[in-house]
């Protein structure tokens, strides 16, 4: 198997994770769509130096309309969508030390929470809503979210101020697993996915500049290991994946 050629749509490429991804896919041969609320003007020059073709759309992914423009013109464009990965959302990234955590839950002010779940969760249920028909109709495709987590591990969760963060990576797992569900027979694959990164609680010691460097090491195979999840067969849709040794295994919590 091989994404040469397939039209693969990536949310959040400005930076970070989904900038590695695209770029992977690109040295692969992929067809691109970018998509982020920043700008892409680097993303996609570094996409296009492997000779792809690349679309670029500035979108709040929390707005309907824009997102459905995007999915449009993208189909109209190439044809099709082979694969979309919903890699975009506002993240903590504040277990180090020197970065300022976010509010508990019974400080945080209700537009904050509310603009984490509509750009994570909803973000996702936008992209996956408008790209469904178009791969329906295509006989298939695969939709990669990032939505880890677990529950069921009594009160030792995260530090003060991720619940919100948690509780939408927890739902779009969910969202994953009943979504999969509905497009079984319409050969969509659907599956959650987790990067994983610097562990424990041995990041609250870590400097900004630690940890950037632990994360870099992630971002180098992270972009190869959703090309594999980008192949994935049907029997694993709706679940929680991750990419060793070369192949693809579900995640202990899955087994």
């Avoid at 040469?4 to 990536?10: C, E, F, L, P, T």
């Avoid at 309907?64 to 099709?80: C, F, L, M, N, T």
């Avoid at 082979?82 to 976010?102: K, M, P, Q, S």
């Avoid at 990576?169 to 994953?176: D, E, L, P, W």
């Amino acid at each position: 198997m091989s994404v040469r050629d397939k039209v693969v749509a990536i949310t959040g490429a400005h930076r970070g994770h989904g900038r590695s991804i695209a770029v992977t896919f690109a040295s692969e041969g992929a067809k691109l769509a970018l998509i982020d609320i920043g700008p892409l003007d680097q993303t996609a020059a570094e996409c296009r130096a492997y000779g792809v073709e690349v679309l670029t759309f500035q979108v709040d992914l929390r707005d309907p309309q824009q997102v459905k423009s995007a999915i449009d013109q993208i189909h109209q464009h190439y044809g099709r969508i082979d694969v979309l990965v919903n890699d975009a959302g506002i993240v903590t990234h504040f277990r180090y030390a020197g970065v300022e955590h976010w509010p508990r839950i019974a400080e945080m002010e209700p537009d904050f929470f509310d603009k984490v779940i509509r750009t994570n969760l909803i973000g996702t249920f936008h992209t996956t809503r408008y790209t469904l028909p178009y791969m329906e109709t295509q006989g298939g495709g695969h939709i990669i979210n990032f939505g880890q987590g677990s529950v069921g591990h009594g009160v030792h969760g995260g530090p003060p101020g991720a619940t919100v963060y948690h509780t939408s990576k927890v739902a779009i797992r969910a969202f994953t697993q009943e979504v999969a569900s509905e497009e079984l027979d319409k050969n969509v694959c659907v599956l959650a996915f987790g990067p994983g990164g610097p562990a424990g609680d041995a990041t609250d010691e870590m400097t900004p500049e630690e940890v950037s460097e632990a994360a870099a090491k992630i971002d180098m195979d992270l972009g190869m290991r959703v090309v594999w999840a980008a192949e994935a067969p049907m029997e694993l849709s709706g679940r929680m994946i991750r990419g060793r040794g070369g192949k693809l295994e579900l995640s202990p919590d899955e087994v």
